[in-house]
């Protein structure tokens, strides 16, 4: 068993045994933080294989106060728009820089998250199609990654986070950070929720969410009323 710390051991005291209350619950997580960082876990309730199933679910959110990313977005060809070339998230790739790196290097030593390329270089990308396909980067004008409109693709990329349910039926999302006000984190809560209660199959019998925890990274969970 994971032996915690004396921090997370003297934080998870002060927990009652009960459902919180959002706004409580997001106040404990700002006074008793033990990262930067508060993330938000949904459990969906699974009564039979049928539903485990159905939720291998994944979508895309954009939440009124975006954790800024700490990764990059390349763009793949010779200059960058104007707008872009002082945001120090995007780096503009050759064709043959793109295949190399793939190829011989690790996901994490890529630089990159996500590869964007205008709609003229749809053609140079076809001989890369399996390689970067299989990767699942491959830009394409249905994923929005294949367009002349670069800044955006950006600005998407800078503002949208992917939401899915695993196979054990957890949703686990980044909410905010420490220094955002109540209010902030109340606003991507109730955004967060409404989205999560879309994903709910149509075909779905009985409750879709079991319960919601909030945590700081780190720190012990708190139940939230739903």
Request: proline residues 4%; aromatic residues 6%; glycine residues 6%.
């Amino acid at each position: 068993m994971k032996k915690h710390s004396k921090r997370y051991q003297k934080v998870n005291k002060k927990i009652e045994k009960k459902y919180y209350p959002l706004r409580e619950a997001l106040t404990f997580c700002l006074e008793n933080k033990l990262g930067k960082i508060i993330k938000a876990d949904f459990k969906i309730k699974q009564s039979n294989k049928t539903q485990k199933k159905s939720l291998l679910i994944k979508d895309m959110i954009s939440l009124p106060h975006t954790v800024e990313r700490k990764g990059k977005i390349a763009i793949i060809g010779e200059k960058l728009p104007n707008e872009l070339t002082k945001n120090e998230k995007v780096e503009l790739i050759k064709m043959e820089d793109v295949k190399e790196r793939i190829e011989n290097k690790k996901r994490n030593q890529w630089g990159f998250e996500k590869l964007v390329a205008p709609t003229e270089y749809e053609t140079n990308l076809k001989p890369l199609a399996k390689l970067l396909g299989a990767k699942g980067i491959l830009p394409s004008t249905k994923s929005g990654t294949l367009t002349d409109n670069l800044s955006e693709a950006v600005k998407i990329w800078e503002n949208e986070r992917e939401i899915k349910i695993d196979k054990d039926g957890n949703i686990h999302f980044v909410l905010g950070k420490t220094d955002f006000s109540l209010d902030q984190l109340e606003e991507n809560y109730q955004t967060l929720y409404n989205k999560v209660k879309k994903l709910r199959p149509q075909n779905w019998k009985g409750d879709f969410i079991d319960n919601i925890t909030l945590s700081t990274t780190m720190g012990p969970g708190i139940k939230t009323l739903i």
